[in-house]
């Protein structure tokens, strides 16, 4: 209703499921695969990989975008290059980035944690049926649908809530980079109303992903 | 009499040659020639601990043998050579404690089939159901299964298989009599109408003798004796088969 009523608004929410839906869709692309190597494969090194992967599951978002914003800047090390593939600060490009960082390792953690607390022998007796290693993986994942799930919705929860980051990347620019959580801080600041309506809407944003996520979880909880 | 003689000159269906396997260096299995013969059902018996499990994933292909090779349908399987995927197909493995997939019985049975991209398999998965006693429980979820009838879902999602060789491995260790007298009786039926050739691990030696046409006793991974069911029990070469029938100790 607020959203119809004010299209400056409904512009910033517009851009907030944006950033954090692509920066999502990147992390469940990099997240569910390497947390399920993780939970099914021993190697080398791979203790120092979950313990990065443990750190970054709580690493704070102002000190990611503190990461992001140093690499990216003009005379960074990123920025310096000037390629056409290294997003400009204070894009909505770099606010994705910064997201992922932030969202992937909860995504890899959590599946990670499913896929090990699953029985050890259901790997065996799949490939026992005549699974091929990416049907065992499929499979595995299916089994571990729950916590795979849950990992997703946690890595939203993180950057669809999340200020550091994009204020420092993004720097709240009206009708640029402007999103819901920036914009909570700047309508306090003017000692505006209508910041609490801008954070119903982000909660009732989270709320409806969050259930619409629920159901790809199948039929679990019913049972 | 003629039965045994029948199964004797069979081509084998497994041929292992010096088979090792070890873990972090410890060799846990050692069989220097067995042959398993197509349509026999051959018993493994032994003391639990004595490799048989070992033996059963290795003629799985779950795993590779550290060294030597195992020749099924004359392909060789080793460290270096990996069995391909539809030889691979052609046997499966019945486990003491089934892990069945969190779906419905029906699915889990499906489940193998689909593996092999076969979306056609709905009236074999009825017949199935129905040869392991468990139609009316099709669309029940496999977790809210009791033991026995989660090891005939584990039964039937091998059998639906068709598999060449279905290997056993201590499938009624853990079930009441009543379940154990309908899985023998399926497997046994499913050895002399299908053909399908039985490799069936157990430390149960009346089990052994109900359903096996050779045994072969195990210890500490190496195979002290193989030999007809009958010449098993009744006149064993080695001491220590005649110690582990009676049911003494032999270690």
Redesign the interface.
Known sequence: MIAIRDPALFQIIQLSLRVSGVALLFSTLIGIPLGAMLGLTRFAGRRLVVALLYTGMGFPPVVVGLFVYLMLSRSGPLGRLNWAAVPALFTPAAMVVAQCIISFPLVAGFTMAAVMGL?P??R??V??????RW?TTA?IL??ARVGVVVSVIAGFGSIISEVGAVMMVGGNIEHKTRVLTTAIVLETRKGNFLAMAIGIVLLAISFVTNVAMLYLQGR?FE? | MNETTAAQTRDPIFRLQGVNKAYNGRCVLHVGSLDIRRGEVFALVGPSGAGKSTLLRLLNFLEPPTSGAIRFLDVPFSASQPMPLDLRRRVTTVFQRPVLLNRSVRENVKYGLHLRGRRDGDRLVDATLEQVGLHELSDQRARTLSGGEAQRVALARAMVLKPDALLLDEPTANLDPYNVGLIEEIVRRLNREQGTTLVLVTHNVFQARRLADRVALLLEGQVIEEADVETFFQSPRDPRTGAFVRGEMVY
Request: charged letters at 20%; hydrophobic letters at 35%.
């Open positions: 029985d022998q259901l065996q007796q490939q026992a049926l005549g699974a091929t049907q499979a299916m089994e679990t049972e």
